[in-house]
Every structure is written in structure tokens, then in C-alpha cells.
């Protein structure tokens, strides 16, 4: 089973440069959400996704835009990319258990550096 | 805004040592939280699920609990093992408004090294 694929693995961007992180989950799952990990920060939410069409801001949105047009792919997007933005990049799926608890899983991550 | 503390950040014991990991959560209005394991340069695994209602969850040597009304969780390693040195991570999820979990917010987890 592949789970949540992230791609690319490494990426190293100048300022100002854009491009799209993809992250694809072929578990069927509706609910999808971006993360940046940074020392001492821990993982931040930047955008989440209830299900395909729908999308909202997490903690961190700012420099990135998301869309979701199919249940299976939710691509994060660096508008202008700036040094802040160097990090590591997680994607998730949540499923909901018929129990009603919401187990997410991760993607082995994309890291980025801008320079 | 929901915040999350894990103590210790960091973690030293001998093989065979039972340990208790501790995670606090200030918004007990959770709608589940999740421990997580993550190795070096890798991404998260799940080990546990403990939904709102749940007092523990079990896997293997593994024993989760939530106090929901005092914002605490634990998580106990029976009988550690040198694969189990990881940093472990603990994640609160609050209700989404249209139904089901929101986001998750994440302590900055505990770094543990089990020494052989």
C-alpha cells in the first residue's frame, strides 16, 4: 500500500522562485492537511481539506494556497518563496473510524530549502 | 488556542527500562489525540489513538491514557528496546464545525535514546 506520497523528497529554491509540493493518498481518505516542521517549533498547520472542493487556513497559511479537486491529491503551493518558508514539509490523510476516531497518517516529507 | 507540552524533551535510559512519556494539553474540548513516533529524517508513525470518550489504548508494549479533564496524557514503554529510540510526538485534534476532527496540534515531542 503507498499511503500518503509526498514529492519531490528534497528541493532547494531561490527567492522569490514559486512552485507546487504534491502529495497523493490512495486510502480513500476525506480529510487531508498540510504541515511545516521547524527546530523548535514543532509541526504548525498551515492548510486542511474536509473533502474535495473544500479547503481552509490553518495556523500558518500565509505564502501558501491550496486547492483540492480530487479526493486523492492535495498539492501546497509557494506562491513567492522566501527564505522563512526553508523547512520540512508533511502531508497527511485523516480517516475516520467507525468508532468516530480520527487516525491521520503521514508522508515521509518534502524539505525545502530556499535560498 | 490550544497548546501542547511534553515532558521530558529529552530521554536517557538503559535497555529493559520501563518509561512514561507525559504529554498536557491546556483546551480539554479535544476531540481525539494521537501519539506518534518519528525517526530521525523520516516522517511520522502512528502508534496510538485515543478518541475523547477513551480512557487508554494499548499495542503491544505500549499503553496510552487521557485524563481529558485535567489535559494529560501518558505514554508508558514496557521493557524498552534500543529500536525503540525515536522522538516521540503527542497531537490534540479539536472538532471540526462541520463534524469530525480539525487540524492537529502538535507538542515538540520527547527525544529518547535507549541505551543497549
Known amino acids: 500500500n503507498a499511503g500518503v506520497t509526498q514529492t519531490p523528497k528534497f528541493q532547494v529554491l531561490k527567492t522569490g522562485q514559486s512552485m507546487t509540493l504534491q502529495c497523493a493518498q490512495d486510502m480513500n481518505h476525506e480529510y487531508m492537511s498540510w504541515y511545516r516542521q521547524d527546530p523548535g517549533m514543532g509541526l504548525r498547520l498551515i492548510h486542511y481539506?474536509?473533502?474535495?472542493?473544500?479547503?481552509d487556513q490553518g495556523e500558518v497559511p500565509n505564502g501558501y494556497n491550496v486547492s483540492r479537486s480530487t479526493t486523492e491529491d492535495f498539492p501546497l503551493r509557494l506562491l513567492s518563496a522566501a527564505p522563512s518558508q526553508t523547512s520540512v514539509y508533511f502531508c497527511a490523510s485523516s480517516y475516520t473510524n467507525p468508532q468516530g476516531g480520527t487516525e491521520a497518517f503521514f508522508g515521509q516529507g518534502t524539505r525545502l530549502t530556499v535560498v | 488556542k490550544q497548546e501542547v507540552t511534553q515532558i521530558p524533551a529529552a530521554l536517557s535510559v538503559p535497555e529493559g527500562e520501563n518509561l512514561v512519556l507525559n504529554c498536557s494539553f491546556t483546551?480539554?474540548?479535544?476531540?481525539?489525540l494521537q501519539w506518534f513516533r518519528q525517526d530521525p529524517g523520516k516522517g511520522l508513525t502512528s502508534l496510538l489513538l485515543?478518541?475523547?470518550?477513551?480512557r487508554e489504548q494499548t499495542s503491544g508494549r505500549l499503553n496510552a491514557s487521557l485524563d481529558k479533564s485535567s489535559g494529560r496524557s501518558t505514554l508508558y514503554i514496557a521493557a524498552s528496546q534500543p529500536g525503540d529510540s525515536a522522538t516521540y510526538l503527542c497531537a490534540v485534534s479539536g472538532e471540526y464545525s462541520g463534524g469530525g476532527a480539525d487540524g492537529l496540534t502538535f507538542g515538540k515531542g520527547t527525544h529518547l535514546i535507549i541505551q543497549p
Open positions: 485515543i478518541q475523547s470518550s477513551q
Open positions: 481539506s474536509v473533502g474535495a472542493g473544500i479547503t
Open positions: 483546551d480539554s474540548a479535544i476531540y481525539n
